[in-house]
């Protein structure tokens, strides 16, 4: 695990942005290792050692997909590729057993974020 720096274990919290393994999948489900946006608060991460969340990908068809919402640059290995957060596909993954790590690109903005949760409302349609 990675440690916080106030010497605290590391927890993932809404709107951070982790890697974790979505495997074992199946059908058109995403596999491997990838970014994942948390949309589930600190606390119930801590104490349920679930994450409730949307991964993302950089597969560029998702740019005509209205259920993905560009994040901005992928950086890393992806350099100069758009990062997309895939909201038709929440998911809810054990981050402790999966092995989960921060992301280096740690949080997504607040207008982003914004964004994301207006688009899975209107699937979800919860508010």
């Not at 074992?24 to 969340?53: K, W």
């Not at 590729?81 to 280096?104: E, G």
Request: aromatic residues 8%; proline residues 8%; glycine residues 8%.
């Amino acid at each position: 695990m990675v440690a916080a720096k106030s010497g605290k274990s590391w927890v993932p919290e809404r709107q951070d942005i982790i890697w974790i393994d979505c495997n074992p999948q199946a059908g058109r489900e995403m596999r491997d290792r990838h970014p994942f946006l948390v949309l589930s608060p600190r606390g119930f991460n801590e104490r349920t050692s679930l994450v409730i969340g949307l991964p993302m990908t950089t597969a560029e068809y998702n740019a005509d997909n209205p259920f993905a919402v560009a994040s901005g640059p992928a950086g890393g290995k992806k350099t100069g590729k758009t990062s997309f957060v895939l909201c038709h596909q929440p998911k809810s993954f054990d981050w402790r057993v999966r092995s989960a790590a921060a992301h280096p690109m740690k949080r997504l903005p607040d207008a982003c974020f914004a964004e994301v949760c207006g688009v899975l409302n209107q699937i979800v349609q919860l508010t």
